[in-house]
């Protein structure tokens, strides 16, 4: 099971940290996807801080033991959104349960 | 580019079964497996399974196991999920996303597909 906080609240141009916790983390790697209501998942994070082409720089990501993070440094009202953290598990998909991003 | 075209809204009874497709185009079918997940209303992302587009293996998730059938057609290159027994829990958006097997991340998902299971 992967767990991440329900909600996270940043200021526009502030820094927003979203964590991902699990013992499926450990020594395996994890995915970010960014959900914008009524679009599809679009990945942002993969291999624990790799970023697709097209996702801007101030997205990162970060892995520790078994907790991953995802960071997006000057926040911008466009980021606002569901994010999923994701990693396998025996050759089976675990998503976590979402973090709603505000930018108020 | 790559895409993965997803077929129409759906409508069910309880009990039915449905069939949801996703063709692919801009890449090299069999060179990358598909994978299935749902999301019911308001909640979050759920893995239903894969299929791998070369050697048509399959890995369903045990929630599922018995109920859905994942294939494919390489010759259109549209992938398939079959889900059957459905109930009003079955109520979801379903979407195809292009990835298969541990560590591969899924980096292209369809538009989604929205199955209704009603009365």
């Known amino acids: 099971e992967l767990t991440q906080p329900p909600s996270v609240s940043v200021s526009p141009g502030q820094t927003a940290r979203i964590t991902c916790s699990g013992d499926?983390?450990?020594?395996?790697?994890a995915c970010w996807y960014q959900q914008k209501p009524g679009q599809s998942p679009v990945m942002v994070m993969y291999?624990?801080?790799k970023r697709p082409s097209g996702i801007p720089d101030r997205f990162s990501g970060s892995h520790s033991g078994n907790t991953a993070a995802l960071t997006i440094s000057g926040t911008q009202a466009m980021d606002e959104a569901d994010y999923y953290c994701?990693?396998?598990?025996?050759?089976?998909?675990?998503f976590g349960g979402g973090t709603k991003l505000t930018v108020l | 580019q790559v895409k993965l075209v997803q077929s129409g809204a759906e409508v069910r009874k309880p009990g039915a079964s449905v069939k949801v497709s996703c063709r692919a185009s801009?890449?090299?079918?069999?060179?990358?497996?598909i994978s299935w997940m749902r999301q019911a209303p308001g909640q979050g992302l759920e893995w239903m399974g894969w299929?791998?587009?070369?050697?048509?293996?399959?890995r369903y998730s045990q929630k599922f196991q018995g109920r859905v059938t994942m294939t494919t057609d390489t010759s259109t290159t549209t992938a398939f999920m079959d889900l059957t027994s459905l109930t009003f829990d079955d109520t979801a958006m379903y979407y195809c996303?292009?990835?298969?097997?541990?560590?591969?991340?899924?980096?292209?998902w369809g538009q989604g597909t929205l199955v209704t299971v009603s009365s």
């Open positions: 499926e983390l450990v020594n395996k790697y």
């Open positions: 299929i791998s587009t070369n050697s048509g293996n399959t």
């Open positions: 291999q624990d801080n």
């Open positions: 994701q990693a396998w598990d025996s050759s089976t998909v675990l």
């Open positions: 996303a292009r990835g298969y097997g541990s560590g591969i991340p899924f980096d292209f």
């Open positions: 801009g890449y090299t079918f069999t060179s990358h497996g």
